[in-house]
């Protein structure tokens, strides 16, 4: 080997340490377990390539000496934030059984967790509400605190003081009525009032609970249709009871307390005062099905059932309540899910 080589091979030692050299200064205060096992291969690398001359090697050399231009992953993500959003309102809408009138001030918002229906607000009144901690948030009044209506979280379960069914309003609803607040429900809806007992507050939600639309309404689309009402019912074959109201029930519906307080019974049987159970008053938080019967006692049409109470102590009772005498109904048909 001539001295002309090998000082090629000292100048290729010479400048191949430099960069060794160099990366390392450059990597000073990161050196963690994947620095060292780079700078490791690197001098593995520089002593291949002295005993064999590989070019190639020289390159992968240079190559990972070079400082990576690719950034890390992000370690987290951000949450989209769930909004509101308005829409300009039509003048008026025509359905099957009336025309709703939209004042020309209003706007229509919706809600992406309600996302088939629209509210139609008045923006004197209604606000959306900052909805970056809370995605159930919705509309807040501008002139009355603590008075919103807010997308129900399904998480939350209360025990309602009421529960009742509501025609009042071109939806039909069922109402839970707790002490703050009332819940509007449909099969694909619900609805928190925040201050709803409070006068003012509930006549400001009002217009907006009668003026909701079906988006598909509020592009062209059909109406919703009115359930039939449980008196287009034919009479019950083969039962019959001398003075008294027609029945409207059948065995498997659902039924709500129409009076002031009716009374559970173990028998079907008013002047039995042992066969008592309990007294339930009218919207009693309770679901009532219907499980046996009926049986006539004139002028009392009575039907076995089944009482889920809510709440924590609730209770379950077997029983028979009373649908009818000769002049009123004191238990009506339920539609829970229509």
Known sequence: MNN?????????????????????????????????????????????????????????????????????????????TVTATLYPSPSSTSFA????????????????????????????IWAIEDQSNESFQFLENKNIEDCRISI???????????????????????????????????????????GFNIEDCGSDQKPVIQKILKRNEYLGGPTITPIPTITDRPPLSGFTCPDTLTTRLRVGDYATISTDFLWLRKEPNPEN???EIKLYPQYAPVTIRIIGGPKCISPF??????????????????????????????????????
């Open 4 to 80: 002309r080589y090998i000082k090629t091979i000292w100048l290729l030692v010479s400048f191949l340490l430099f960069i060794v050299f160099f990366t390392s200064c450059q990597q000073s205060g990161t050196t963690d377990e994947k620095t060292n096992i780079q700078d490791n291969q690197i001098i593995l690398n520089t002593l291949a390539a002295i005993q064999t001359e590989n070019s190639s090697l020289k390159t992968e050399i240079m190559q990972m000496s070079q400082p990576s231009s690719t950034s890390n992953p992000p370690t987290s993500t951000q949450e989209k």
């Open 97 to 124: 059984r009336s025309t709703l009138i939209i004042p020309g001030n209003s706007i229509t918002a919706t809600h992406p967790k309600a996302v088939d229906y629209l509210f139609i607000i008045d923006p004197e």
């Open 152 to 194: 129900t979280n399904p998480e939350v379960i209360d025990n309602p003081n009421k529960i009742f069914k509501s025609n009042e309003f071109r939806l039909q609803w069922i109402i839970e009525e707790y002490e703050n607040y009332s819940r509007f429900e449909r099969p694909d809806l619900s609805l928190d009032l925040i």
């Open 273 to 275: 005062i042992s066969a």
């Open 301 to 338: 049409i009575y039907w076995e059932v089944e009482i889920i109470e809510n709440g924590e102590k609730a209770e379950i009772y077997t029983g028979w309540m009373a649908e009818s005498d000769g002049e009123n109904y004191f238990l009506e048909f339920w539609n829970p899910g229509w």
